[in-house]
C-alpha cells in the first residue's frame, strides 16, 4: 500500500472574454478494494455559478460545472491523496474453462459484456494483427495472449504524448507505428475484441518514479482492462508494458474512448478566440510539506469578496465558516506558504454576493460580542 497526491490543473486561454458553455469534469479517481480516497480538493476559476456531481452509466463520479458572466481564462485544479494498494500476481486465478484462449463466456456474463465484445472500429488490419500473438497450436494460455499483446505494442511502437481531445483510427496507429497512450489503448482494446475477449477503456493517472523509465506521466493516462473469468477486469497498460495496476490510478472506464474523457466543455463565441490550453498532472507521495500544503488548500476559498468588504484578515473554512487569517498562519506555518493557498479557491460553499457576505459579516460581529 502506498500513499499518493496527485494534482491536476488545466488552463484555457482565450484571446478575448468569452461565455462559457457548461463543462463536465473526470477528476475523481474510482474507489475501489485497491483505491481508497483520502481527500480530494477541485478549484475552479473563475468560480462556477453551480457545481454538481452525478454517476454516469458506468459509475463514474462526474462534476457539472455551469458558469455566468465571461472570461479570458477557465483553469482547474484537481488536488487528490488516495491510498493505492497494488495488485500485480504472475499468474491470476482465472476459471479453469478460461484458462487457455479461445473460451467461452457464461451464460451470466455475456449479457454484460455486449457492448465490452463489439467492435467499435471493425478493421481486417487489426484482426490480422492480433493473431500474432497466438500460439501455433489449437490452444493458447489466455494470460500468455494478453501478456504478449501488451508486450507487442510497448515494443512495435513508438509512443508519441498528444494532449489534444480524440485518437487515431486502429489502422492509422497500425500503419504510422506511433501513438499516444489513448492510441495504444484502443489498439489493444479492438485487439482483444477480434478475438473474442472483453475489453474496456481506462482514464486515469500513472504514479511515475524518478528514473521508472515510465511513460505517460505530466498528463492524463489511459489503458484498458480485459474481462477474465475468475479474475474480472484487469488492467493491461500496452504504453509500459505494464499488468496489474502497478503505478496506475483509474478514474473512470467505458466502453468507448469518448465516453471516458478527463474534460470537456464549450466556449461561446468565434472559434478564433481560443488560444491554446495547458495540462499538467503531478502524482507524487506526499512529504509532510505537502500535506500542510493541501490542509491549507482543502480550508481555503477565495478572499476576493473578503477584500473588497475590508476583511482581509479573515478567510473561509472548508465548512464555509468564517475563520481569523492570524490562527490560520499560527497553525500551518510561514506567512508566505499560507497566502499562496489562499489565493486558490479550493472549497466553492460561497456567498453569491457582497451583500450575502456582509450579511455573514454582521452575523459573526454579533455572534461574538463585539
Not at 478475438?195 to 493517472?205: D, K, M, P, Q, W
Not at 476583511?311 to 500551518?332: H, I, K, M, Q, V
Request: net charge neutral; glycine share 8%; hydrophobic share 40%.
Amino acid at each position: 500500500m502506498s500513499i499518493l497526491t496527485v494534482r491536476h490543473s488545466t488552463v484555457y486561454r482565450y484571446n478575448q472574454p468569452v461565455w462559457l458553455g457548461e463543462h463536465r469534469m473526470m477528476f475523481r479517481p474510482k474507489e475501489s478494494h485497491d483505491l481508497r480516497l483520502i481527500r480530494t480538493v477541485l478549484a475552479i476559476e473563475p468560480n462556477p455559478y453551480n457545481l454538481r456531481w452525478l454517476h454516469d452509466p458506468f459509475d463514474n463520479s462526474v462534476a457539472v460545472a455551469t458558469f455566468e458572466g465571461t472570461t479570458s481564462e477557465l483553469s482547474f485544479e484537481s488536488i487528490v491523496t488516495l491510498e493505492h494498494f497494488e495488485t500485480w500476481l504472475p499468474e491470476y486465478p482465472l476459471e479453469e474453462y478460461a484458462r487457455t484462449y479461445p473460451f467461452r463466456y457464461s451464460d451470466e456474463d455475456f449479457p454484460n459484456l455486449v457492448r465490452a465484445l463489439t467492435h467499435h472500429y471493425p478493421d481486417k488490419a487489426v484482426s490480422e494483427w492480433a493473431l500474432q500473438f497466438l500460439d501455433d497450436s489449437d490452444a493458447t494460455d489466455t494470460m500468455k495472449v494478453l501478456r504478449a499483446m501488451t508486450h507487442g505494442i510497448r515494443d512495435q511502437f513508438k509512443y508519441n504524448r498528444r494532449i489534444e481531445k480524440g485518437v487515431q483510427t486502429p489502422e492509422e496507429t497500425l500503419r504510422i507505428r506511433s501513438g499516444s497512450c489513448r492510441d495504444f489503448a484502443v489498439v489493444m482494446m479492438e485487439g482483444a475484441r477480434s478475438l473474442g475477449i472483453a475489453a474496456r477503456f481506462v482514464s486515469g493517472y500513472i504514479f511515475t518514479p524518478n528514473r521508472s523509465g515510465l511513460a505517460g506521466g505530466g498528463a492524463t493516462h489511459a489503458w484498458m482492462q480485459a474481462y477474465l473469468p475468475g479474475a474480472g477486469w484487469v488492467d493491461f497498460d500496452p504504453t509500459n508494458s505494464i499488468i496489474g495496476n502497478r503505478n496506475l490510478i483509474r478514474v473512470a472506464v467505458a466502453w468507448d474512448h469518448g465516453q471516458a474523457l478527463p474534460l470537456w466543455g464549450s466556449f461561446i463565441d468565434a472559434a478564433s478566440s481560443f488560444l491554446g490550453m495547458d495540462v499538467n498532472v503531478s502524482p507524487f507521495h506526499p512529504s509532510v510539506t505537502t500535506w500542510w500544503a493541501y490542509e491549507l488548500a482543502a480550508m481555503s476559498i477565495s478572499r476576493r469578496l473578503l477584500i473588497a468588504c475590508g476583511r482581509a484578515d479573515l478567510f473561509f473554512g472548508a465548512g464555509g465558516e468564517l475563520e481569523s487569517t492570524d490562527w490560520y498562519l499560527r497553525e500551518y506555518g510561514s506567512r508566505g506558504l499560507a497566502l499562496r493557498i489562499l489565493r486558490r479557491r479550493c472549497v466553492l460553499r460561497l456567498p453569491r454576493d457582497r451583500a450575502a457576505l456582509e450579511t455573514m459579516l454582521a452575523n459573526r460581529t454579533e455572534g461574538s460580542g463585539s
